[in-house]
RNA sequence: GGCCCGUUCGUCUAGUGGUUAGGACUCAGGGUUUUCAUCUCUGCAACAGGAGUUCGAUUCUCCUACGGGCUACCA
């Protein structure tokens, strides 16, 4: 019965996109997979029929595959396999651990109200648990809808969570709960278990908003006479505002962070973060890394504030990692038609020169604008601090005469005839460099100058810098 | 209201019955750099509160406060 290897799943339901919360628990289930030599499942809990939408699918699929979670095995879609539910759902009524309720809707929604005026907390009054098999067949005949309710026996659960530890309940805190609706459709706890079950899922490890629906679950798999997997809860991901993470924080779904120019392993990294640590200092990870330390015992308990400022510069982090093809690649993977008319190599190298500055991709694009472009207008405030008068521009001119004449341009050439100009003309380099630089680029802050110069060309180089001479000091 | 869970710098966290309570992000300042970024150094900053156990509690127990979750014919 004991299996070796573990077999997990993430089942999120339809109704959204993947969001960040949704992201982390799959990549834990994922990682505690894949740590273990396990399988990771994906199953699509689509049984409200109204908010369940195959776009949702689609999307959250392409999330989990863009954050390089991968499932093992075909996607179970709940949808389909109404009629194994219906097995179990007869199975309970025939072993009488559920029974038909014929109470309407209206009636028990009127008496929770009641109850929750009077500050009570509801519970189900059982008004059906034992009515006698004449009334059932006179209900059924005169076809009264009913639900069916699983009887739940008088006792205490005890259930051991990987990460919260024990965990007793009274079973006279739960109702008499519903597992199938009047349409005969079964209701979210009935699902998860025939379905984990089904599965084989030996760990269940899901958010902890469903801690208190495991002694309801457990209680089924004891009216079916199944085994229990193991259970481990994650912590949730809160707001800065220590709410629910939601929409009212900005960003929540993983394909805006895509968009956004984030690198999914820069993601994966920082949601691993968010409620474990490695138990060492170590905090740049790589997927394949993260797999190897990872372990359900370093789990936190409480729940963890997202901060994008961390995951800024986790993605930082990450950019710098990579190549400038890589880059350029990630940059294409967001704008595809990015720098298209131009050499690859060309802006690889642009890449590689800037990737210590950008946090995102889309950074990245963004700050490199006057590789490719001459700049249209200069930064107002550089200009007056650096292009202060007319003297600037004759030192710009002999410069400019010395690089027209320059034949070798190189990194070190270009700078060898700055500094000569500057020393020619008695002033500090600084008082070039600052100006060709805005000359060169229309902002003061940048790479080095010279591998600047070296990556524009001498054409551009001269070009921008005759076209400055005749725009500046005046804006 | 009831039940369950939690509480170490602003945030993510390490940690122990006796520690100068450590690291990371952020922020502030210094250094390096032609600028910015990087890097580096320094600084700011925490054991929720109250009892109890103990020679000694941040660490163990209880209570309170605060926070979160659940309390559907949603999942």
């Not at 969570?161 to 709960?177: A, C, H, K, P, Q």
Request: net charge neutral; proline share 4%.
């Amino acid at each position: 019965m004991t299996t070796n290897t573990p077999r997990v799943r993430f089942a999120p339901s339809p109704t959204g996109q993947l969001h960040l919360g949704g992201a982390r628990t799959a990549l834990f289930n994922w990682l505690f997979a894949k740590h273990h030599h396990g399988k990771f499942l994906l199953r699509i809990e689509d049984t409200d029929r109204q908010r369940s939408k195959q776009e949702h699918v689609d999307q959250i699929c392409e999330s989990m595959l863009w954050l390089g979670l991968t499932w093992d095995e075909g996607i179970v879609y709940q949808s389909k396999r109404l009629d194994i539910y219906q097995k179990a759902i007869q199975s309970l009524l025939k072993t009488d651990n559920a029974y038909r309720c014929f109470c309407s809707k209206d009636d028990l929604s009127r008496q929770r109200e009641e109850a929750q005026k009077r500050g009570d907390g509801y519970q189900y009054n059982q008004a059906c648990r034992n009515i006698s098999e004449d009334v059932i067949e006179q209900k059924l005949s005169s076809s009264t809808p009913f639900t069916l309710r699983l009887r739940v026996p008088e006792k205490v659960i005890t259930f051991k969570d990987r990460i919260y530890g024990e965990i007793n309940v009274n079973t006279s805190e739960l109702d008499d709960f519903i597992i199938a609706r009047t349409d005969g459709h079964p209701t979210y706890n009935l699902v998860v278990v025939v379905d984990d079950d089904d599965m084989g899922i030996t760990h269940v490890i899901r958010g902890e908003d469903h801690i208190s629906n495991t002694p309801k679950q457990i209680l089924i798999y004891d009216a079916l006479v199944l085994p229990t997997p193991e259970f481990a809860h994650l912590p949730m991901i809160l707001g800065p505002d220590k709410r629910r993470l939601s929409k009212r924080h900005g960003a929540t779904g993983v394909q805006e962070y895509r968009d956004m120019g984030y690198l999914s392993e820069a993601l994966n990294n920082y949601l691993a973060l968010l409620g474990w640590n490695p138990g060492t200092e170590e905090e740049i990870f790589s997927l394949p890394r993260l797999t190897d330390v990872f372990s359900v015992e370093q789990i936190q308990k409480k729940p963890a504030v997202y901060d994008e400022k961390k995951l800024q510069w986790v993605s930082g982090q990450h950019l710098f990692k990579l190549s400038g093809k890589e880059l350029m690649t990630g940059v294409r993977s967001i704008f595809p038609d990015w720098q298209k008319n131009e050499e690859d190599t060309y802006i690889e190298n642009v890449c590689e020169l800037l990737k210590l500055r950008a946090k995102s991709l889309t950074e990245l694009k963004n700050i490199s604008t006057y590789f490719f472009k001459d700049p249209k207008s200069y930064e107002e405030k550089a200009v007056r601090k650096r292009w202060k008068n007319d003297s600037v521009n004759s030192l710009v001119k002999q410069l400019l005469d010395e690089l027209t004449s320059l034949e070798n341009w190189t990194e070190s050439g270009a700078e060898i005839s700055l500094r000569k100009v500057a020393e020619e003309e008695g002033v500090s380099a600084g008082k070039l460099i600052h100006p060709v630089r805005l000359a060169l680029s229309g902002v003061s802050a940048g790479p080095s100058l010279f591998a600047m110069m070296k990556l524009l060309g001498k054409e551009t180089c001269l070009r921008r810098i005759e076209t400055a001479l005749g725009k500046l000091p005046t804006l």
